[in-house]
């Protein structure tokens, strides 16, 4: 165990603190200019497709200002932080963590809206489809500004908050990198008693979703009008719901590894890495980054159901499958915490764990 790492202390120089200050520094920066000059911001009223968008009704001066000064206030809790004299109790502590935190939702659930998530969707699609020309769009507008800033947002608001959590456990005398306050032998909170029933429901919604867009690819307008579906068949809306039905049934397949044997070790017919450990990143950072594009996704979504019901003409059932993006995006992430949990290994700073090889071991398999 380093003195760094040793629980109740915080690290000195934490690489995520740094990494965290640099990049919200420097959106902060470009926010700000845009503010001052009254240029460049990519949302609001600047923002042409932002029906789904939770920040389209700030107008653009006022919304920049804002997010300048949240980032700015993130700046100064990361280098508020990344001292070793952390305090573990009282209102100093309190306001950090909220502040901190505050940042993070603003980060990875406001400010993007579902164009991220469907730009992750459709990426397999546009790579693969590239050499054949398919599908007909121009490459070249589909990262446009509001998508390259919402890219940034998340990526700063994922750094943000591993140096949160760090900060937070050291601050109250744990391990700052397993969040283990003694060694101990199991999963250390309640979650991991629920990881099979929020892996259940992270598998259950995005199936209901896929099974709609797969209706209207075939050309049944389950859940719209016919008008809709006229248009869908018109256009390539069909194909693209399709590629997002593909999409999302991959997802749940892989999120049904969270809870199976293949999830943990790779099957013997994968190539060169049959009867290989899966590793727990592998599994758990995709994961989360997907719930949180969902969230941010399902939050802009049920700010505004009328693109459902106005130009889809979309039954009510449909609209509710929609609704339950959010708490898909919470069992996901459950789901994938869980499994961490069951998964981890010895600590190299604090020592204790790895309960998979605990379980391999009853399995005659170590």
């Given at each position: ?6 629980p109740?202390?915080?690290r ?12 919200t520094?420097?959106l902060a920066?470009?926010a700000?200019?845009?503010?001052v000059?009254?240029q460049?911001y ?5 923002d042409p497709?932002?029906?789904?968008s ?10 920049a200002a804002?997010?300048a000064s ?5 700046v ?11 305090a573990?109790s009282g209102?100093?502590r309190?306001?950090?963590?909220a ?31 590239a050499p054949f ?10 990262v446009?500004?509001?998508i ?7 990526f700063?608001?994922?750094?943000v908050a ?13 391990c ?12 250390s909170?309640p979650?991991a ?7 259940a ?7 209901l979703?896929?099974a ?6 075939a050309?049944v307008p ?10 869908l ?12 039905a593909?999409?999302a049934?991959?997802g749940a397949?892989l ?5 199976q044997?293949?999830?943990?070790v790779?099957?013997r017919w994968v190539?060169r890495?049959?009867g290989?450990r899966?590793?727990?990143?592998l599994?758990?950072?995709?994961a989360?980054?997907?719930?949180v594009?969902?969230?941010s ?7 505004n ?13 449909l609209v ?6 959010p708490i898909w995006?919470?069992?996901?992430g459950?789901?994938a915490?869980?499994?961490?949990l069951?998964r981890?290994?010895?600590c190299?700073a ?9 379980d ?7």
């Amino acid at each position: 165990m380093t003195a760094a790492d040793r629980p109740g202390r915080v690290r000195t120089r934490d690489r995520y603190g740094d990494a965290a200050a640099i990049v919200t520094g420097g959106l902060a920066m470009l926010a700000f200019l845009c503010a001052v000059t009254g240029q460049g911001y990519p949302f609001g009223p600047n923002d042409p497709v932002d029906d789904m968008s939770l920040i389209r009704a700030v107008p653009a001066g006022i919304g920049a200002a804002l997010l300048a000064s949240i980032l700015f206030v993130s700046v100064l809790i990361m280098l508020g932080t990344g001292g070793q004299r952390a305090a573990r109790s009282g209102a100093g502590r309190a306001s950090m963590l909220a502040l901190g935190w505050t940042a993070v939702v603003v980060l990875l659930f406001v400010v993007p809206d579902i164009r991220l998530l469907a730009l992750v969707a459709y990426l397999p699609m546009l790579v693969l489809g590239a050499p054949f020309g398919w599908p007909d769009v121009d490459y070249s507008s589909i990262v446009t500004a509001p998508i390259a800033w919402q890219g940034v947002s998340v990526f700063a608001g994922v750094l943000v908050a591993i140096r949160m959590v760090r900060w937070q456990r050291g601050s109250r005398g744990a391990c700052v990198t397993c969040g283990r306050v003694h060694p101990r032998t199991g999963p250390s909170t309640p979650v991991a008693t629920v990881g099979r029933w929020a892996t259940a429901v992270a598998i259950a919604v995005p199936l209901l979703f896929a099974a709609t867009r797969y209706a209207w690819m075939a050309g049944v307008p389950l859940g719209i009008n016919d008008a809709a579906m006229r248009h869908l068949l018109d256009t390539d809306g069909r194909w693209r719901g399709g590629a997002l039905a593909t999409f999302a049934v991959i997802g749940a397949g892989l999120t049904l590894g969270l809870v199976q044997h293949w999830g943990e070790v790779f099957p013997r017919w994968v190539f060169r890495l049959g009867g290989r450990r899966v590793p727990v990143r592998l599994a758990v950072i995709p994961a989360m980054v997907i719930a949180v594009l969902i969230m941010s996704a399902g939050l802009g979504l049920l700010s505004n159901t009328d693109i459902l019901f106005g130009e889809l003409g979309a039954q009510p059932w449909l609209v509710g499958i929609h609704a339950l993006w959010p708490i898909w995006a919470v069992a996901l992430g459950v789901a994938a915490y869980a499994y961490y949990l069951r998964r981890r290994e010895q600590c190299a700073a604090c020592g204790p764990g790895d309960e998979l090889k605990r379980d391999d071991r009853r399995r005659g398999r170590a």
